[in-house]
């Protein structure tokens, strides 16, 4: 079982800016998307059980949230080759991050110790942003169901 996360960002503060590689090549900023409604949810590793049920939970809600206007962004350690696999096997519409120097789990403060079989190691944390067009934090996810999440936000767009 994961352990619970103190998380130090909080609804209404601005939200980190970063600059990544992405899945397909591409390259792009949190900046690239003022004015639009972000949800950046960040998930331990590809094509791993938990996170495929969510991605695809995003993918199969992905027409929903662009009729609403909002952008998603998948964020893991992985690299862009992993990702460029793991969207091609489960047709993932939206760009995954490849934050493999970890400074985007860093700075949302999504990495850090968990437990799994008795084990300490560290890792990311399953945890959702919903920012807003103007860069603020909305709503914070820190816990998630994979299967029910893309609901979850849903609902609160």
Request: hydrophobic share 45%; no cysteine; aromatic share 4%.
């Given at each position: 079982m994961a352990k619970t996360l103190e998380l130090k960002l909080k609804a209404g503060d601005v939200a980190p800016g970063f600059?990544?590689?992405t899945n397909g090549g591409g390259r792009i900023s949190l900046a690239d998307y003022r004015g639009k409604n972000v949800i950046l949810y960040f998930y331990p590793k590809d094509d791993t059980p938990g996170c495929t049920k969510e991605a695809c939970a995003f993918r199969d809600h992905?027409?929903?949230f662009k009729k609403r206007g909002a952008v998603v962004l998948?964020?893991?350690?992985?690299?862009?080759?992993?990702h460029d696999k793991f969207v091609a096997k489960f047709k993932l519409p939206f760009l995954l991050l490849a934050d493999d120097a970890k400074e985007i789990v860093q700075a949302y403060g999504v990495w850090g110790e968990k437990t799994f079989m008795g084990r300490k190691y560290l890792g990311v944390h399953r945890v959702t942003f919903l920012i807003g067009g103007d860069g603020r934090i909305k709503k914070i996810w820190?816990?998630?169901k994979p299967e029910?999440?893309?609901?979850?936000v849903l609902a609160a767009l």
């Open positions: 600059t990544v590689a992905f027409a929903d998948g964020v893991s350690p992985d690299a862009v080759k992993s820190p816990t998630v029910e999440h893309a609901a979850e």
